[in-house]
């Protein structure tokens, strides 16, 4: 088998006064090609495995003492046509995923606090106000994702909290753990209707760790967790043990 995997992670801190913008970008993308019976012939066959964008935004302003007040803006997507199993477009089978198929917008207005420690930099996002969108673009796809054609987007409103983490060990930063935990609860959908729905709540728990073996040469373990009703009634988890290149660019 052969395995392709990148991954590309952007941070960016702006800060004036009371004022601070952070805005992130990840993106992940991964094939491996396999050789299999497909109509008779033995032929490789690449599989998409890992695919995602994700894109955050957060102006934030100074409130008191380790607490500020602002917005959070979330998008993830993917970049390509995704099959249920190995062989699916060969086959002529349909998709399930798609460029905007699903796509998730998340906004939110409400609180932060940093917790004022070294030891443990955790920080929390409360937000009594939040909107949840979820888009199908390709209706050509065998899952609707909660959006039933011939609509193209859903729209909830309700509530999030959000968990952040990430700390780093030892003088050369050999161990990096990361994870965000992330929980929307809506009591709206269809906002423009505004028909009352009993929504269950969207899980998404990441965990990333970053174990560095060269100053080029590192190990990464991740793991998530997620829980949507809307898509799927079982918990999904995915789970990627990766050992590569790694080379970070600093400007400050």
Known sequence: TITVLANLNFLHTYKQGRFTLTNTAAAKFGYNRMRMMLENKEQGVWFKNVDEIALA????????KNWSYGANVKFRTQFAPGYSARGDRQLGNPRVTNFMTPG??????????????????????LAP??????????QGTSKDYGVAAPLRQKYEG????????????GE????????????????????SSKTISDIAPTLRWENTFDIKATKYISTQIYVQLYYNKAECHELQVQGMLSVGLTYTFKNK
């Open 158 to 169: 309700g509530l999030s909290v959000q968990l952040d983490f990430d700390k780093t060990w």
């Open 129 to 138: 106000i939040a909107m949840s969108a979820t888009y199908r673009i390709d």
């Open 57 to 64: 935004t957060s102006p934030q302003w100074a409130l008191v």
């Open 104 to 125: 998730y917008l998340d906004a939110s207005l409400g609180f932060t606090y940093i917790l004022p420690s070294e030891r443990f930099p955790l920080k929390v996002n």
């Open 172 to 191: 050369n930063g050999w161990l990096r753990y990361r994870t965000t935990a992330y929980s929307f609860y809506g009591w709206i959908t269809g906002l």
